[in-house]
């Protein structure tokens, strides 16, 4: 884990399926480095010294159980802590090797690059084009807003569904709908990461396998995030799974991460114990 | 810690206890028909035949039981990982045990038709023998399974090797019985009982390769070079 | 199996269907109903007596009387005085309050950061809206109609003319207008927020395009409510020297010299004609400027009701 610092900024991530030990340069292999992060809420230490590399065109999945702080990693991705007044993060995470909570680093460009799905659909309360149209509008896009509603719709598999009402309200859809209208929001300004915060734990099982199988679809151009609740989920959509629990040696509920593997690994044969015992429901 | 799956889990150990009975049933029907066959003062009576094939039927009971509640688990409980494995490896050792149960209703219907043929002590000998390794095997294999012992488990390879090598004997032993010809045919059936104590053996190997993968999650064949050789010298 | 079924029905349905008299519940539900009967009563009563005041001059005058203005003499004295005066004050409060209490809420509600001094602004706040209105009156005096004809808008009056009247009415509704906006903005989800953020907006660009349109329909609900206050205040125009008698512009007066000049309001003049006890004034004049009042209030809240609605219908 040494420091890469010629790695270019708008390096893309590297081809899927391209054995990872092997990749020369590792900003390629890695979209997201994460090196001894910590979090703070005020006096509370809600995580605790994670390493976490993260691949390109993959899906990660965060799991484990409530409040071992996998929301709160997810959301030191793309500074959304900072919203947070008394969060604070200490440690490294590298984002095609530039560090995101660098001096420079400007967080409105951080989040237009790595986007965000919602545990709750959560589109704006206008029509269905403002809510697609929004995010590139203030980050000054130049082209053809038509257009690029349109291409975001058809990617995030709405576009059949609502061609036809883009002017009508964004509320007037169901809440599998919702959600991949804020997918298609997410993916409107372009950033090659999205995080997804238990996009599926408000949704019916249907709509819920359908933003699975949408999340499959997407992995070709995206780097994908997820953190969820349902473990079969996770075992489902997942290429690598991070399991988090609560140090249960620490004075504070703080969480750790367990073990970072091939799902098809860690749902087989995980090598922690306390993996093993939280799948299986052998954990309280 | 808390068991936050209770009734899956119970529903694991049930299946687990069935087999370990399964495992019981197969094995003490196996003594039972070989005692049959090679005890000469014996003469297999059709009574206990059908006594055999009645628990035989008690196994097959049991095993689609076990088939069943397993499709259910499986669809309803969607186990992971050692849970996963165990499924697995009790599906496995489920279809080993009823046909070492169906080996045993065998060699007590192979002792009713030759009861009037005459033997040869020598490959009674062996055939006790290899039905008292072939038991030992079961034992050792099932215990392996119910107390999670991967050493235990690792010692079935080499008691299999004697099942082989008497097996091997055999084929000499009954080419002797050439100048009688009554004898020759109880031979012959001798042979195939020794080819089911051979197979018998090696579906407790099986089940040993099962509790090893059930407990490293590596599934691998133990000995893979010493493929069973009827013909072996 | 036939038998027991029926068994199980008969005992549900002896369980289901018993009725049982609660007595107790049933004088509550009365009492309250008499509680609020005899309310509604003190209102009708009141209503009554004052529109029977009132309907003599309405019958003798019509519409006249609310289109002349003030007059020493009953025959020909109107309100229309009053109503431009309170309109022009009430213009002048939304002009100062709306802005300063609108930012205010946004401040507190999204920039603020939550300490301990942020909570005691807040709690003041609170504090502020309960002062009788007598205080801002003696507030108004000591400070807008100075601060009023320093600033050259003094007129004749020397500063105690509507700009005065409206900076004291504005600082008695702030804490109100600040209060229900803050309520507004704090009502709109914080997943609104974060989807905002979370396609790169800064805080800014989510109050302006998200949390304040959200949050439009109940902050004008508010303000228009806290309007209509203002428009029925009347003790600190009085300590801040509204003109309580007979005043006239000349007919050539400009348009400044008039607004800077004496001026009254609707209450006022309700307050002023009712002192009068014998006479025409206080019988039957007050009465119908209270009518007025009244109506232009109704006005405002039906009109408060319909900005809404239609607001929250344009997003």
């Known amino acids: ?122 589109p704006f309360p206008k029509s269905i084009y403002d809510n697609i149209a929004f995010g590139p509008k203030i980050a000054g896009y130049q082209g053809n807003m038509d257009d690029l509603v349109e291409e975001s719709l058809i990617k995030a598999a709405l576009w059949t569904e609502v061609n036809d009402k883009l002017r009508e309200s964004a509320f007037a859809l169901s809440g599998g709908q919702q959600q991949r209208l804020c997918i298609a929001r997410a993916i409107a300004t372009s950033p090659d990461v999205l995080l997804m915060d238990e996009p599926c734990s408000a949704l019916d099982p249907i709509a819920t396998l359908r933003i699975e199988e949408l999340m499959t679809e997407l992995k070709r151009d995206y780097t994908i995030i997820i953190v969820t609740h349902n473990m079969q989920q996770a075992a489902r959509v997942s290429d690598r799974t991070a399991f988090f629990t609560v140090d249960a040696e620490r004075e504070q509920r703080t969480g750790v991460l367990v073990e970072f593997g091939e799902t098809a690994t860690m749902f087989t044969r995980p090598t922690q114990q306390k993996t093993e015992d939280y799948i299986t429901g052998r954990f309280g | 810690m808390t068991q936050v799956r209770r009734r899956f889990h119970e529903e694991l150990e049930d299946l687990e206890r069935d087999l370990m009975a399964m495992g019981e049933m197969a094995e003490s029907m196996l003594g039972e028909a070989i005692d049959i066959l090679v005890n000469p003062e014996h003469p297999a009576k059709k009574a206990e035949i059908e006594a055999l094939v009645d628990r035989d039927d008690a196994v097959d009971d049991l095993y689609l039981s076990i088939e069943r509640r397993w499709h259910e688990v499986m669809a309803m409980q969607t186990p992971v990982a050692v849970d996963l494995r165990l499924m697995s490896a009790m599906l496995h050792i489920n279809a080993h045990l009823e046909r070492m149960a169906d080996v045993a209703v065998n060699i007590a219907k192979t002792a009713r038709k030759v009861r009037r043929l005459p033997t040869s002590d020598v490959i009674l000998g062996y055939i006790r023998e290899m039905g008292d390794v072939a038991r030992h095997m079961i034992r050792t294999a099932m215990e392996s399974f119910a107390t999670r012992n991967h050493e235990l488990a690792t010692q079935l390879p080499d008691m299999d090797d004697d099942v082989d090598r008497l097996n091997g004997r055999m084929y000499r032993e009954v080419r002797k019985c050439d100048e009688d010809s009554e004898l020759l045919e109880w031979g012959i059936r001798m042979m195939v009982i020794s080819r089911h104590l051979e197979r018998v053996g090696d579906h407790a190997v099986d089940i040993a390769e099962q509790v090893a993968f059930l407990l490293t999650g590596v599934f691998r064949e133990f000995n893979e070079d010493t493929s069973p050789d009827v013909d072996d010298d | 199996m036939a038998t027991g079924t029926v ?309």
């Open chain 3, 7 to 315: 068994d199980t029905t008969t005992v549900v349905r002896k369980a289901l269907e018993g009725k049982r008299l609660n007595v107790g519940g049933l004088v509550f539900e009365w009492g309250m109903l008499l509680l609020l009967l005899s309310s509604l009563l003190v209102l009708v009563v009141l209503l009554g007596d004052i529109v029977s005041g009132a309907i003599p001059t309405f019958r003798a005058r019509g519409f006249d009387f609310v289109t002349s203005g003030l007059s020493l003499n009953p025959e020909t004295a109107g309100v229309s005085t009053a109503i431009v005066g309170s309109i022009a004050i009430t213009a002048v409060v939304a002009v100062v309050a709306f802005p300063i209490g609108i930012g205010a809420a946004i401040y507190l509600e999204e920039y603020a950061p939550d300490n301990r001094w942020t909570r005691f602004v807040d709690t003041n706040i609170r504090n502020l809206a309960g002062v009788p209105s007598i205080v801002y009156g003696l507030l108004g005096l000591a400070i807008f109609v100075r601060l009023v004809d320093v600033v050259g808008l003094g007129g004749q009056t020397g500063g105690k003319n509507i700009f005065s009247a409206g900076l004291t009415l504005a600082v008695l509704v702030l804490p109100i207008i600040i209060i229900t906006s803050a309520e507004a903005i704090r009502a709109v989800p914080n997943s609104i927020r974060e989807a905002g953020v979370g396609v790169g907006a800064t805080p800014w660009e989510v109050v302006r395009h998200h949390v304040l349109p959200s949050a439009a329909p109940g902050i004008l609900t508010g303000t228009v409510l806290t309007l209509a206050r203002a428009f029925g205040e009347t003790a600190p125009l009085i300590v801040i020297g509204v003109a309580t008698g007979f005043f006239g512009a000349a007919a050539d007066a400009t348009v400044l010299e008039r607004a800077t000049g004496p001026y009254t309001a609707l209450p006022v003049v309700v307050f002023s004609w009712s002192r009068q006890s014998v006479g025409a004034f206080g019988d039957t004049l007050a009465p119908a400027a209270i009518v007025v009042l009244l109506f232009v209030l109704f006005v405002a809240n039906a009109g408060a009701i319909i900005l809404r609605n239609r607001y929250e219908k344009t997003w």
């Open chain 1, 1 to 122: 884990m040494d420091v890469i610092d010629s790695a270019d900024p708008a390096a893309r991530a590297a081809t899927p399926g391209e054995s990872a030990a092997t990749a020369p340069d590792e900003a390629e292999t890695f979209v997201l480095r994460v090196e001894g992060l910590n979090a703070f809420y005020g006096d509370f230490q809600a995580v605790a010294e994670v390493d976490l590399d993260i691949r390109g065109n993959e899906i990660t999945a965060l799991i484990g159980p409530s409040g071992c702080g996998k929301s709160t990693v997810l959301r030191c991705f793309n500074r959304m802590n900072d919203l947070i007044e008394v969060a604070r993060v200490e440690g490294s995470v590298r984002y095609h090797g530039v560090d995101l909570y660098g001096p420079n680093v400007d967080a409105v460009e951080v989040r237009r690059r790595i986007g965000m799905v919602f545990q709750k659909p959560n």
